[in-house]
């Protein structure tokens, strides 16, 4: 696989790139929970905060629409907050028969709906615009600063590394299935009737063979790891991790750092 | 029926008294009752290159794997002097420089500043030691620019290169490199070749690239079915047909 | 192309800030329980594989299988990661790939992910090993029959986990998205089975030694077979009746005060949204959201900190 397909970082080498990641960590925390925490409804609120989103994406020079482009990823999920309509205690609006349940549509729910839509829509654009300028090494570097349990960190780190060599393994093996099971059309393989098509096959079959084939992954992977483990040994490694601390804080990440967070406290203010 | 070939014209350097390491009788086998190693014998000195050679499950790789004591046979391994034992582990590791074949095993961590830097860290060195030890071994496989980049996003001649890195900046006496050229497309092997060249360190590489062999290094050791069955100038090794070809070994 | 096996990860905004911090509580106190247990039945190699293990389940996700009508079936791993690795392994190892996906994809949200892991690691975790645990020592097939049982469960009882914390919040009707939430993956957890069954037989003929007596597989507690039955019995006794009459379950869960507290923003259980002392000015509403805010983030600071002594 081409690893680019696993990369989010975008060079664009603007001024929140140079942001330190532990302070981008906390502000996206912070917009994400302010937007939790604003009522439903809180229309200046919630576009006060996209304008912050807007100022954010201007400031990583991604251009304007950068997160708005893929912000729609949480959508699906949107379909178990329709429910909220019928839900939520309110004036009624109108109401329909569902499978043998009475639904009615309450102004609150509407409002409700409408609300959580907008504050995932928000957040997700935050933590879109974190991942797009900050390398992933700095993120788990910015989670080791904020005092993230090391083992997990390391255990991500090292997810990072090999995602991009397993999912190279799975797309081969995915490839040889491909090769093995759909090239021959019964017409043209009188010597193999039915025995090649794995169309002819169950649901059952397909499952097994998918499951053969996270076996073998598994056992590429754990043979993997002794190896890896032999490495590290051959470096020094004697079952404690350490880490070099190359991020420090400066006066100019404090600076917006907090003058970000105020501006999020406001939010608050101005929503309630 | 392992073959031994007792009487080779071997003329190495006589001064050699095994000043960077000696391995005396060394035997292991694995858990499973399977032999690898039934006693192997030979010594490398200062600036000695030398190529290890033999089909695939001669013993190779179990031979590198003891050398800095991630397996453990019966005999005796001693490195610039030092007795091998599990008190001075962590003191050989940085001894012994040992490079595995797959860069993807090799390379772990998720951007080469941090590989490189992983051995130094691990010998509990200081952090500004670390840094000037990054520096310089990417400087020597001429990677300097590469500090910041994603492992994964290296071409297999880089991520060779850099895992040749990972243990330069443990500043080893001996590096012990298993299969640098496996899988390098010709100017990626070109590279190497010149890098390996270049590097004033002395070296134990296994291979089955003779040509490779044959440009780089002056000495070369035949292993086969677990016993050192040659040791000696690779230029006599090379014209010795019959001693090739009882090994499964081709010129090159 | 990225793995999203599941309709479990939840987005940001989907919680309310009450339901998302309980969450991360219950979470991060599972972990710190399992970041001291894998240290002893795992050593030193622990790193590696753990990290390997990770990776592994993030790429067995991508890996599909047609089932009907241009779906497909895809693996979720919580009940196969503990079956391999045993259950704290495997929720530390289900924590890191649920991080990536939230951090790296999206698939998720960051405020929502203490949920998102208890639900897809840690609750998939304890039902897969508690199930295993208990044959240990049974013949091969019986095993095999069991983990696919524990696969089929342990999506159901992320699939009623998930449901559950949405309607907590407000965010959904219970007596809609219930029956549809357990109908869906009533089937997505067939898909999960026969992989899980099929990926352990292939291991169990190839390299029986990793499932063996001695392996990390077989050093869980007894204690784990209990946690599975506990947390099948609430499957088992929850989801048919709340399915059936959520209005009842929605009337327990108002009369115990679960509903509103809930819904509502930390700083809402400040009376009338304002600080006694101020009355009922403007500052006093600020004060208590500046307050509501501190409180969060004291709470997580304080699960941070806990989670690190440990």
């Known amino acids: 696989m081409h690893a680019n397909l696993f990369d989010r970082y975008h060079h664009t080498e603007g001024p929140l790139h140079r942001l330190e990641a532990r302070v981008k960590v906390v502000l996206t925390v912070a917009f994400i929970v302010s937007n939790a925490l604003l009522p439903d409804g809180a229309w200046t609120a919630f576009g006060l905060g996209w304008l912050l989103v807007l100022a954010a994406n201007a400031l990583s020079l991604l251009g304007l629409g950068f997160t708005l482009k893929r912000s729609l990823i949480a959508l699906p999920f949107a379909l178990a907050a329709i429910s909220s309509i019928f839900s939520t205690p309110g004036n009624p609006l109108s109401s329909f028969p569902f499978l043998g349940m ?60 090999y995602l991009f060599v397993l999912s190279d393994e799975v797309i081969r093996l995915l490839r040889a299935r491909q090769a093995r099971s759909a090239t021959l059309p019964p017409s043209v393989s009188p010597h193999f009737p039915r025995k090649w098509g794995e169309r002819k096959r169950g649901v059952v079959w397909r499952a097994k063979v998918a499951g053969n084939m996270v076996g073998q992954l598994f056992l590429r992977s754990y043979e993997r790891s002794d190896r890896i483990y032999n490495a590290m040994l051959a470096r020094g490694y004697q079952g404690q991790i350490r880490t070099l601390h190359p991020h420090t804080l400066t006066r100019r990440d404090w600076t917006i750092g907090a003058l970000t967070v105020l501006l999020i406290l406001s939010l608050q203010l101005i929503g309630r | 029926m392992p073959i031994t070939h007792p009487s080779l014209p071997v003329t190495m ?94 390379l772990f961590s998720p951007t080469v500043f941090e590989d490189v830097a992983f051995g130094p860290l691990h010998m509990g060195l200081p952090e500004d030691e670390v840094r000037v030890r990054v520096t310089e071994a990417l400087a020597a496989v001429r990677m300097s620019a590469y500090a910041d980049r994603l492992s994964h996003h290296l071409s297999v001649g880089e991520k060779k290169r850099i895992s040749i890195a990972t243990v330069l900046s443990m500043r080893p006496s001996l590096l012990v490199l298993d299969e640098p050229s496996a899988g390098l497309d010709p100017r990626a092997r070109r590279t190497l070749i010149h890098l390996l060249r270049d590097l004033p360190i002395t070296m134990l590489v296994s291979t089955h690239d003779m040509a490779l062999v044959k440009e780089l290094f002056p000495r070369t050791i035949i292993m086969d079915e677990g016993r050192i069955v040659a040791d000696g100038l690779t230029m006599e090794i090379l014209d010795d047909e019959k001693l090739l070809e009882a090994h499964g070994l081709e010129r090159g | 192309m990225h793995p999203s096996p599941l309709l479990l990860h939840i987005p940001d905004g989907f919680l309310s800030i009450i339901v998302a911090v309980v969450c991360w509580v219950i979470t991060a106190s599972l972990l710190a329980i399992a970041i001291r247990k894998t240290n002893e039945s795992l050593g030193e190699k622990q790193i590696p594989l753990m ?84 044959v240990l020592t049974q013949s091969r097939r019986v095993k095999l029959t069991v983990a696919g049982l524990a696969a089929w469960t342990s999506v159901m009882a992320g699939a009623l986990a998930t449901t559950l914390q949405l309607w907590l919040s407000g965010t959904a009707k219970l007596g809609i998205i219930l029956p549809a939430m357990l109908t869906v993956h009533a089937l997505i957890g067939l898909g999960e089975a026969f992989i899980t069954v099929a990926a352990l037989g292939f291991i169990m003929q190839t390299r029986p030694d990793l499932l063996g007596e001695s392996s990390a597989s077989a050093l869980g507690g007894k204690g784990w077979i209990l946690a599975g039955i506990a947390l099948t019995m609430i499957v088992i006794l929850l989801a048919p009746f709340a399915s059936t009459n959520p209005d009842g379950l929605e009337r327990v869960a108002t009369d115990l005060g679960f509903l509103q507290s809930g819904q509502s923003a930390p700083f809402e259980i400040i009376p009338d949204y304002t600080v006694p002392i101020l009355g009922g000015t403007p500052l006093s509403t600020v004060v208590a959201g500046v307050i509501g805010v501190i409180v969060v983030g004291l709470v997580i600071g304080a699960t941070a900190i806990g989670l690190r002594k440990k």
């Open chain 1, 102 to 161: 009475e639904l009615i549509v309450t102004d609150a729910g509407l409002l409700r709906f409408a609300s959580i839509l907008v504050r995932s829509w928000l957040s997700v654009q935050a933590a879109i615009l974190l991942v797009a300028v900050t390398t992933f090494p700095d993120l788990i570097h910015a989670l080791e600063h904020l005092r993230a349990p090391k083992i997990i960190t390391t255990v991500i780190a090292f997810l990072y590394r």
């Open chain 2, 13 to 106: 350097p006589e001064t050699c008294d095994g000043d960077i390491l000696r391995v005396r009788d060394l035997k292991f086998n694995y858990p499973d009752g399977h032999a690898a190693l039934h006693g192997v014998s030979f010594q490398l000195c200062e600036g000695d290159k030398a190529a290890l050679v033999g089909p695939n499950g001669a013993g190779k790789s179990t031979l590198m794997l003891h050398l800095n004591g991630i397996l453990e046979g019966r005999g005796e391994i001693e490195v610039m002097g030092l007795r091998l034992t599990r008190d001075n582990l962590p003191t050989i590791r940085s001894m012994v420089g040992l490079v595995f074949q797959n860069p993807d095993d090799q």
């Open chain 3, 51 to 134: 990290g390997i293990m990770a990776a592994f389940i993030f790429a067995a996700q991508m890996i599909n299988f047609p089932v009907a009508g241009g779906t497909s079936g895809h693996l979720l791993g919580g009940a196969l990661a503990a079956i391999l690795l045993g259950p704290w392994a495997a929720m530390l190892v289900m924590t890191a790939v649920i991080a990536v996906q939230g951090l790296l994809f999206q698939d998720g949200g960051l405020v929502a992910m203490g949920a998102n892991i208890l639900n897809m690691g840690l609750i998939t975790a304890a039902i897969g090993y508690g199930f295993h645990r208990a």
